[in-house]
């Protein structure tokens, strides 16, 4: 791998990264059954050139961490059906997805190879299976983000009726850190957020006693210890929530997917610690 990235003159800004960061050169050096995602050199300027601030080195390495997957991943492999697939990023500084944060593979509506990162980043290949040592290189046209915490990707996204259900909720006060810090820290763990005028009009007839009953409902759409992203979430399944009971996935006749009573409506945020997927109210036992 490090002999064929020097081949490529549009990947001289890659091989400048990888001979400053010891250890992520000591990585590749020895790496098998592996995809490397390899952002061109105009890639790397767009990147800088938006950032603000400036990555630092840490960041630029664990930005290349994220770009290095486990398993080979022709563009063959890439289809409509999404394959959800970890990356060498495991320093938690930055993620706390276990086993790697993840990358989306899958193809866009003209059935090009596509890769999803964080904050709906969208990464096309340029120049496809380049063969190396044990593995390939896909050169791809931008450089993925490494998924943020939720509060940040929710933002981001735009979420904006469930921003007020949880300013309702009194979620982000000073006093209170259940969404900010709390359930933001919990390793591989899926949110259903509410995300509709329909649930926040709603909140005020949920009746709460207390303000352990308001985090109650809200540990009731978090489960943690499994990533299900929208793939892995099948007709029939039970899961053990963060308040102790269980929610139910359902699959309807025409593929729709529900959470209790909830309907799915987006999946498949990414986000530092796990996945994120909007429902149309809430999942109420």
Do not use: C
């Not at 303000?211 to 007709?235: A, E, I, M, P």
């Amino acid at each position: 791998l490090l002999e064929t990235i020097p081949t490529f003159p549009e990947l001289t800004q890659l091989q400048s990264y990888v001979e400053q960061l010891p250890q992520l050169s000591a990585e590749l050096s020895k790496v098998d059954n592996y995809t490397l995602l390899a952002p061109t050199n105009e890639a790397f300027d767009s990147w800088l050139g938006e950032a603000n601030p400036q990555p630092t080195l840490d960041d630029i390495e664990a930005t290349l961490y994220y770009h290095l997957l486990h398993g080979i991943y022709p563009v063959a492999s890439f289809t409509s059906f999404p394959k959800f697939t970890a990356s060498f990023l495991t320093n938690s500084s930055y993620t706390n997805v276990t086993a790697g944060q993840t990358a989306q593979l899958s193809q866009d509506s003209r059935n090009f190879p596509l890769i999803r990162s964080g904050n709906g980043t969208n990464t096309s290949i340029t120049s496809s299976d380049v063969v190396g040592t044990g593995g390939l290189i896909q050169i791809v046209s931008s450089v993925l983000q490494i998924p943020k915490r939720e509060p940040i990707v929710v933002r981001d996204a735009k979420l904006s009726f469930f921003v007020g259900l949880l300013t309702e909720g009194g979620f982000l006060s000073t006093e209170r850190d259940e969404f900010t810090t709390q359930l933001t820290n919990i390793p591989d763990t899926v949110y259903f957020a509410p995300n509709t005028e329909q649930a926040l009009s709603q909140f005020s007839n949920i009746t709460v006693a207390s303000t352990d009953q308001l985090s109650d409902l809200l540990k009731y759409h978090v489960v943690s210890g499994r990533l299900l992203y929208s793939t892995d979430l099948k007709d029939g399944m039970n899961l053990t929530t963060l308040q102790g009971a269980n929610l139910t996935i359902r699959v309807g006749d025409d593929g729709s997917k529900f959470v209790n009573g909830a309907k799915i409506l987006e999946t498949d945020f990414l986000v530092a610690n796990g996945v994120l997927h909007t429902i149309d109210g809430y999942a109420l036992p």
